[in-house]
């Protein structure tokens, strides 16, 4: 697998308080269609920001150090960025955010 050059910019939709971490599901955001990514953590002192960005980084299977925050720091919206991801990586998070095609 080559590595891209190019970050890849990911629109997700953050549901704090979920009894369990989970990543799937689409979501019509301000951003287009997000990923939805619910995490356990509160939405306070940003810890459900971070939490959606370990949970995102484990999904995809890239390094958190991989992915930051773009914006949306004080939203339920928000777009991450992921450096140098490897080539099949849009049709892997398109298969989280639209499910399997097959």
Known sequence: ???AATPL???VRVK???SRTRVGGR???PYGPALVVAVHAPAVDG???EAARRALAD???VRPAAVSLRSGAASRDKLFLVERPADGLPEAL???RDGSAG
């Open 1 to 3: 697998m080559t590595i």
């Open 9 to 11: 910019t990911v629109a």
């Open 16 to 18: 704090p308080g979920a």
């Open 27 to 29: 979501f019509d955001g």
């Open 47 to 49: 810890r459900a920001t």
């Open 59 to 61: 999904a995809l299977g």
């Open 94 to 96: 398109r298969r989280l």
